[in-house]
């Protein structure tokens, strides 16, 4: 093993010699670390003389290369002496040969700059004639008017000429003209566009009128073709027709219908946008048509709005399509924005304007002319983009107002045909007056046409009245269309219930109740009632096809019109006005307890005078009812009267102005009741009445004055007091009224030959019967 030998302190200097720098520093830590640093400076010392004489011997080494330079050096020192020699010689020969040259040059060199300088002026002259004769095409272009082509020579001449003009005079002749001549350029353009706008102004109610005329035109070939439809469909449904749709080719093309020039408009953009005045010129164009805007919708209350109304609507729509033109083919010139605000100032002022003017009127016609033509002004405007929501708002918000004045037109038409009726039944001489009067209200009951001359169940007045119920209907629907409404026909239903109820239903029963007619006129209302009723199902068809909605979905009997109940009510009430009427008649001639004997000596078979009087005027009153009057109704009155001729029977008996009567007087009165009760059973079968009621006739309506005058002459009469037998024979009577009857129920005493009258025998034994049904009686009280 070798063992490594150790270092001595004499060789840190070579240890130091090799060492690197990166070596160094640990060397010179060490040796302080080991507290020896004498050694380190000795090793240094010892660096320091090896470096000293390899510095010597490099140095000896490059001197001698030096000495070898310097010689090398001063050798050619002396050969650039010998060539500086030559080259002076050689220089002062050629400056004597280049004397005579430079001379030559020289004179060359200035017939150069001459030539130079003419080609200059040359070109200079040729410059400034182009800019003159661009000045003058300038002027030329100018004075005809053609402003653009100005404006571009301008810019050549600015562009290719301004800065290249060797005249400075002359150049800042032409800086200083060319803005007066853009100033002068604008001036005249915006001119043009004043004179423009002017004219522009003055055709805008002619195109305002054309686009709305165009509109109508259109509106009313829609409207044939849907009524074309309609007719066509209803075919089909029926199974008489093919359903068959066509389609309409025909287009308006609106530049070509309505046309204006927009020329010095374009002009004038082009212009302004050409000088840079886009903006400027933008918010001049605005600014004016605003203002003209404001003009326009400034309505003169010198002239009635009535008069004016379209000729301002048109005004305004001119306005618009000329705006509309504008927008689409002026480039920059308005903002989708600026047009839709100057929609939303026309519209305030139309939408305060027609509210304060719709508040004024106070004729159906004005308003619907007006709204009919604001609609088509609004439909016509839709078409180029605007909102009309506002306007249809406002004219749907007069819906009340027109209907009221409607109302009351029809109201007061009603009025006048009523005064003017005369209540007698419609003769119809002829087939077209069939026509006219019944078939085109759809008031026929057959389908068979009538032999002529043919009396009508109404009067003049149902016919006149579905005039005007028609009328109505037209005019409730040419309001309600083309609004918001997406359909009217409820609308339109609503409105012709509110006439059908509150005007006509009102009018007939104020007729009836008014004590003014009698009962024929009475009869002859009701008869008219009864046709009006039937005759609602023809409005409603009517309301239907003006609408443009399908007739089968109204037929259901839910869809139809609530005035038909409240016609068959008023139709009840006039029947029982009519009761009532012949009832107060009945009453004048059946004062029995005045006219009727009640303490007589002998019986009249032929009975008493009031009993003739009322048979002669029910005759009077129920031969023309038949002919008036339906079955039910001619029953419900029949039996009514002859209930109301019976009760005043029993009320004569019950009467405190009748005291005491006797049996000749109940025997008097029983033929009354047998002259009556024969003349109730003839009415009751020739009115036809037997083949429906068969449950029993007027006789029946008899039955309370019969079981009275049955029990009066009665010889059991305490048989009442049976309950079986009064259920059976006196239901109809009131055992306190006939309580009180009876007890006045006093005959005389017999005569002097009375005991050998069989007679005298009856009348004892119902005497004997009526003592014992008083006590009775006055046991059961």
């Known amino acids: 093993m070798d063992l490594k030998p150790k270092r001595r302190n004499g060789d840190a200097g070579e240890d130091l010699v090799h060492a690197n720098e990166d070596d160094v520093g640990p060397l010179v830590r060490h040796a302080f670390q080991m507290g020896q640093p004498e050694g380190l400076l000795r090793q240094m010392s010892f660096v320091v003389k090896e470096k000293e004489a390899e510095i010597e011997e490099m140095c000896k080494i490059h001197y001698e290369e030096f000495i070898l330079a310097v010689d090398e050096l001063r050798g050619v020192l002396f050969d650039a002496e010998d060539l500086k020699s030559q080259l002076h010689s050689d220089n002062f020969k050629l400056q004597q040969v280049g004397s005579a040259l430079l001379v030559k040059l020289e004179d060359l060199l200035e017939c ?130 093919n359903l068959a749709y066509t389609l309409d080719s025909e287009q308006f093309d609106e530049d070509s219908v309505i046309k204006f020039d927009l020329t010095p408009l374009y002009r004038a953009c082009h212009i302004h946008d050409f000088l840079g005045f886009r903006e400027k010129f933008r918010e001049y164009y605005y600014t004016n048509r605003l203002l003209q805007l404001n003009s326009d919708l400034e309505i003169s209350s010198a002239q009635p709005f009535v008069e004016s109304y379209q000729t301002f609507f048109a005004q305004i729509a001119g306005f618009f399509i000329v705006e509309d033109r504008v927008l689409r083919t002026a480039g920059f010139l308005l903002l989708g924005d600026q047009v839709e605000t100057m929609w939303e100032t026309a519209v305030a002022k139309m939408t305060y304007l027609l509210e304060e003017q719709f508040s004024c009127m106070e004729s159906v016609t004005h308003l619907l002319l007006v709204k009919d033509y604001v609609t088509l002004f609004g439909s016509t405007l839709r078409q180029y983009g605007h909102d009309i929501s506002t306007l249809l708002d406002v004219l749907d918000s007069s819906n009340d107002k027109y209907h009221q004045l409607l109302l009351e037109e029809c109201r007061q038409q009603t009025v006048d045909v009523l005064g003017n009726d005369s209540y007698d039944q419609m003769l119809i001489k002829k087939e077209s007056d069939y026509e006219n009067v019944i078939l085109s209200f759809n008031l026929q009951t057959s389908d068979i046409m009538p032999a002529f001359p043919y009396l009508a169940p109404f009067s003049s007045m149902v016919p006149d009245v579905c005039c005007i119920v028609r009328s109505f209907i037209k005019g409730s629907v040419d309001y309600l269309s083309h609004g918001m409404h997406m359909n009217i026909f409820d609308v339109v239903k609503k409105y012709l219930d509110k006439f059908l109820i509150d005007v006509l239903n009102a009018i007939l029963l104020d007729t009836i109740n008014s004590g003014n007619i009698g009962v024929p006129q009475v009869m002859q209302i009701a008869a008219n009632i009864a046709v009006l009723e039937r005759a609602c199902d023809y409005f409603l068809r009517n309301a239907a096809q003006l609408c443009g909605i399908p007739c089968r979905p109204i037929e259901k009997p839910q869809a139809a019109l609530c005035a038909k109940v409240v016609l068959r009510t008023s139709r009840d009430a006039a029947y029982a006005a009519l009761l009532s009427m012949v009832n107060k008649e009945i009453d004048k001639f059946m004062t029995l307890t005045v006219g009727v004997n009640w303490t007589p000596e002998e019986t009249n078979q032929n009975g008493n005078d009031y009993i003739h009087e009322v048979v002669i005027y029910l005759h009077s009153i129920l031969t023309p009812a038949q002919n008036f009057l339906p079955l039910d109704a001619m029953y419900k009155v029949g039996s ?63 039955v309370e004055a019969r079981q009275l005058i049955n029990l009066l002459l009665s010889s059991q009469a305490e048989n009442f007091m049976n309950p079986v037998i009064r259920e059976k024979s006196y239901y109809a009577l009131d055992y306190k009224k006939v309580s009180a009857i009876c007890d006045k129920f006093k005959d005389s005493p017999d005569g002097i030959f009375g005991s050998l009258s069989n007679k005298n025998a009856k009348q004892s034994a119902r005497k004997k019967s009526m003592d014992v049904l008083k006590k009775r009686l006055k046991d059961f009280s």
């Open 112 to 241: 150069y700059y001459v030539k130079k300088n003419v080609a200059e002026a040359v070109k200079m002259s040729n410059n400034c004639v182009q800019v003159l004769e661009l000045c003058v095409k300038c002027n030329n272009q100018i004075s005809e008017g053609q402003f653009y082509s100005a404006l571009k020579t301008l810019d050549l001449l600015v562009k290719s000429y301004l800065q290249n003009i060797p005249l400075k005079a002359l150049k800042m002749v032409i800086e200083r003209r060319i803005p007066v001549i853009k100033l002068h350029i604008e001036k005249n353009i915006c001119g043009q566009v004043n004179e423009w706008m002017v004219q522009i102004r003055s055709l805008a109610r002619n195109i305002g009128q054309t686009a709305i005329g165009r509109t109508a035109t259109v509106r009313q070939r829609d409207e044939e073709m849907l009524e074309q439809q309609r007719k066509s469909e209803e075919l089909c449904i029926s199974g008489v027709g």
């Open 640 to 702: 009514g009267v002859f209930e109301h001729i019976s009760n005043a029977i029993v009320d004569a008996f019950a009467s405190d102005s009748v005291k005491r009567f006797n049996a000749n007087a109940v025997i008097n009165i029983e033929y009354d009741l047998q002259i009556i009760e024969n003349f109730a059973d003839e009415r009751f079968y020739l009115a036809g009445l037997g083949e429906i009621y068969n449950e029993g006739s007027f006789k029946s309506s008899l």
